[in-house]
Every structure is written in structure tokens, then in C-alpha cells.
């Protein structure tokens, strides 16, 4: 079985701290291993490593997400990468098409499809690996995965399964043991249903009506044949070669996976998942499992409780006396909201067009301190830009801007016009329009970038290597 993991996402729903270049799924704000802080793909990734999984596994994103991944995930994690954002079915298809025209997996090859940040036990993921089995014992063109409910959710779609008698999975070896019949019977853990129908996002009363029928939560995992999704595509007239895709991705209809094939299978399996499942998709749900209440620089007073605090900057917060609250600061903005209204975030950002004012990228990360645009159409933009030791940019340069770089701290090697330099604390290097440029981090180093031009966007770097080894042998010819 082959596994998708989807990591797509517009960073509103946890603004300020989520923005295009950093979706909630890359936000180190969960408990992790050694007391440490870890985000949602980092969790998602090492418990796919400890269920056996990760072998098996890509990841599927946008070209913004690509550098964030690999630093959450690792360098060697396999990508797949959309030449730009659309919806759940045109990112599926093409890593189908990935799979079957550049992996080469066998048609008759189940493939998994999962969101890259669910909040899960380890059981979830053993769970999945049963999907394969029901594939093939049902004969249904798609297994989906139900989580059983724990209220009647109003922001969750349901599956509603068939009323007949549950049905068994078959062990790889044929066998069935008694407590696996026993299970059948019951529900329980190795017996999947039959698909009735699918009701997205009911009132509470009709999803308490949903519950007493058996309906689960869809949680966004479907299983099908590799075959099952190519034969579709060529029905549809979409490409199978992968570099033919990507050329006429652009073509594909923005829509989504359960609406374009789910929902129109001819015949559906469910297997129901009785555990921990949370999607960490609004600030009330994530402060649930943060593991503190404060995050960053503040003061709390007594009888702020159940108020969470994070803040990025480097100011102080004060909160005084508000309770249930959640206040999030960073270089995006400030938010302060009850809890209960927190996910109206993003529909009162819907029409926000700001750039990011935060990224991480491999080598480390940058905040924007400020930004002007004048009556020509110039712009000024500065940065305090934060590289780790042993990293470098890519070799690059631009065709519509020019910078000048501050060095705070540290010492490294850069690269200019193939000419190789040290630089240090307080060196100030000027870097004219259309020079080629990198800098290697022999220490952490910190500095000030200074751009001027009518194009400072990332998409205006014309980048001609990434690796520091490919660099100097580039430079050498």
C-alpha cells in the first residue's frame, strides 16, 4: 500500500501565526518527544516512522509549502509538488499519475489518500493499514475510513452507512479467528459497512439523528486501487504522464476529491475508527492540546483563566482578567478573541491579500521589519533574516531588484559573481541587479537585508543551484 499525505491549507484559520507560506501543519506548538515542541507534519511524519508506514509514504504540496516540509519532515522526505495550488482531486490525480508514469507502482496497488495533520493515536495509523485488506475484500471501488462520533459536530461531514450486518476482513492468510467474528458482530474493530449516503456538515439536531444511525465523521482518508483512479483520469481526458500533467495542471477543475469521485463510486466501503481524532483546525480546538497555556513574552494575571497566549514578537503582553480567550502576536498581526468566536478568523480575512511577514525556509527564517511602496512603483523592503550553522541560500540572483546585506553576527562564506569571500560581523556587502549571490553559515548568523526594486516577490529569484558542493563546483567552471 502506497500512502498520499495532502498538505494544502491558507493559513488563515490560525492567523496571525498561519499565512500562505506557514499553514497551521507547521506550527511547533504541540508536545512532542523530549519535551520538546513539534508541529502537526513533524507528529504525523514520526508516527507514520513508528507504525512502519513511512517507507511507504509522500507527501503531496504546493511549490510555496516545498522548503517548509523538508524542514519538518527532512530533506529525503518524497514529494510530490504541485505547480500550483487547485483543490483535493487535481493534486490526487496527479500524484496517481506520479505513482503510476515515475514510481511505476502496479496498478493493482492500493493507494491511501490522508490529510498531512491530523491530531491521532498511533492506533489511527494501524487502523489505515487495514484499508488495503477491505479493498480487496469488498470489491468496492473506494474504503473510506469513519471516526465514530463523540458529539453531534456541526462542522464535520458524515458517512452513513448501510443498516445491513457488518462484514469481516479476511486476514492475509485467510483465517478467521473467533474474537475477530466476535468483533464483526459487534462492530468492533476488523469489520467494515457498506456506504448509504454522505451528508455534509448537518444542523446539530439532524447530526444527533445522523449518530443514531451509525453515521461517522468523515475524516478526509479514502482507499482505492491505483488502476480504479488512472482508468478514471483517461475516461475524464486528463493526462497520465506525469510531465504532460503538470504542463495542463492549470486546466484542471479547482474541486474536490469527494465531490468529483467519492461521491460518484458505484460502491463505497467505511471502516469505523474508535480512538482520538481531533482536526487542530481552530485556535478553540488547538489550545486543547498545546500542553501549556503561555507561549513567548507576558504577563497573566490570576484571573485570566482559560486564556492561551502566544506571541512571536519581542514586546511584552499584558492580560488582565479576560478569560476563555486565546491571544496570538506575531509579525502578521495580533489576535485577541474568545474562543468561541476564534474560527470566524477566516471568514473575516477571506479578501486579505498581505504577504507573509514570517517564513522559515531550510536554512532558517526571516521576519519582514518593514515595507514601502512609493508613487513610481518602487518598493523598499527590510528583513532581519536568521540563518543556522552549515546552511546556506541557493545560488541566485534577480533581474528586478537590488540588496544590501548588514551582517549582525556570526561569520560565513559568500559567494559573489563566482568570486569567493569570508564575511563577518559588521560587514555591509552590496549586491547590484543581476549578480549572482549565496552565503554559506560557518557560525548562526543574523543580518539585515535591505531590497530595493519593482519585483520583491520570491518568484523574481532566478535560482541556479542549491547545494553548497554544487555551488563551488558551478563557480569552478
Request: hydrophobic share 40%; charged share 25%; proline share 4%.
Amino acid at each position: 500500500m502506497k500512502l498520499i499525505l495532502l498538505s494544502g491549507g491558507s493559513g488563515k484559520r490560525l492567523w496571525p501565526l498561519s499565512n500562505d507560506a506557514r499553514s497551521k501543519q507547521f506550527l511547533r506548538i504541540l508536545d512532542g518527544p523530549g519535551g520538546l515542541k513539534e508541529s502537526m507534519v513533524e507528529r504525523v511524519w514520526r508516527q507514520l516512522g513508528e507504525t512502519g508506514l513511512q517507507s511507504s509514504s509522500y507527501i503531496a504540496a504546493g511549490k510555496a509549502q516545498e522548503e517548509m516540509i523538508r524542514v519538518h519532515a527532512g530533506l529525503s522526505v518524497p514529494l510530490i509538488i504541485e505547480p500550483e495550488r487547485r483543490d483535493t482531486f487535481p493534486a490526487i490525480a496527479l500524484s496517481a499519475v506520479y505513482l503510476y508514469s515515475v514510481a511505476g507502482v502496479s496498478l493493482d496497488e492500493v493507494v491511501t489518500i490522508l490529510p498531512v495533520d491530523p491530531y491521532v493515536e498511533d492506533a489511527f495509523f494501524h487502523k489505515i493499514s487495514e484499508l488495503e485488506q477491505v479493498i480487496r475484500d469488498s470489491g468496492c471501488d473506494m474504503a473510506l475510513m469513519g471516526v465514530k462520533p463523540t458529539f453531534p459536530s456541526e462542522k464535520y461531514g458524515y458517512i452513513v452507512p448501510e443498516t445491513d450486518e457488518p462484514k469481516l476482513i479476511i486476514n492475509a492468510a485467510g483465517d478467521v479467528t473467533e474474537a475477530e467474528v466476535n468483533d464483526a458482530e459487534t462492530g468492533n474493530a476488523r469489520s467494515y459497512r457498506l456506504v448509504r449516503h454522505f451528508t455534509e456538515k448537518p444542523r446539530e439536531d439532524a447530526a444527533s439523528e445522523l449518530m443514531q444511525r451509525g453515521a461517522l465523521w468523515n475524516c478526509g482518508v479514502f482507499a482505492f486501487k491505483l488502476g480504479y483512479l488512472i482508468n478514471l483520469l483517461i475516461e475524464k481526458r486528463i493526462p497520465i504522464q506525469y510531465d504532460e500533467l503538470v504542463n495542463q495542471y492549470s486546466t484542471l477543475v479547482k474541486t474536490s476529491f469527494d465531490y468529483e469521485v467519492v461521491e460518484r463510486a458505484k460502491q463505497v466501503a467505511v471502516l469505523p475508527f474508535d480512538g482520538c481524532w481531533k482536526d487542530l483546525g481552530t485556535w478553540n480546538t488547538l489550545t486543547e492540546e498545546m500542553g501549556t497555556s503561555e507561549l513567548g513574552e507576558h504577563i497573566t494575571t490570576e484571573l485570566a483563566t482559560d486564556t492561551h497566549v502566544i506571541n512571536e514578537l519581542g514586546i511584552p503582553i499584558t492580560i488582565l482578567g479576560i478569560k476563555n480567550a486565546i491571544v496570538a502576536a506575531s509579525p502578521d498581526g495580533i489576535l485577541v478573541s474568545d474562543k468561541a468566536s476564534s474560527p470566524r478568523i477566516k471568514e473575516v480575512l477571506k479578501n486579505s491579500d498581505k504577504r507573509p511577514m514570517y517564513e522559515e525556509r531550510r536554512w532558517g527564517y526571516y521576519i519582514v521589519l518593514d515595507y514601502l511602496k512609493y508613487p513610481d512603483g518602487s518598493e523598499v523592503m527590510t528583513k532581519r533574516v536568521c540563518l543556522d550553522r552549515g546552511k546556506n541560500f541557493s545560488y541566485h540572483y534577480h533581474n528586478n531588484r537590488c540588496e544590501v546585506w548588514t551582517i549582525l553576527s556570526g561569520e560565513g562564506e559568500m559567494m559573489l559573481d563566482d568570486q569567493l569571500r569570508t564575511v563577518k560581523a559588521g560587514d555591509i556587502i552590496n549586491i547590484p541587479l543581476g549578480s549572482r549571490h549565496c552565503l554559506l553559515a560557518l557560525t548562526p548568523m543574523e543580518m539585515i537585508e535591505v531590497m530595493r526594486g519593482t519585483q520583491l516577490v520570491e518568484e523574481e529569484s532566478v535560482r541556479l543551484e542549491a547545494d553548497w558542493n554544487d555551488i563551488m563546483q558551478y563557480c569552478m567552471i
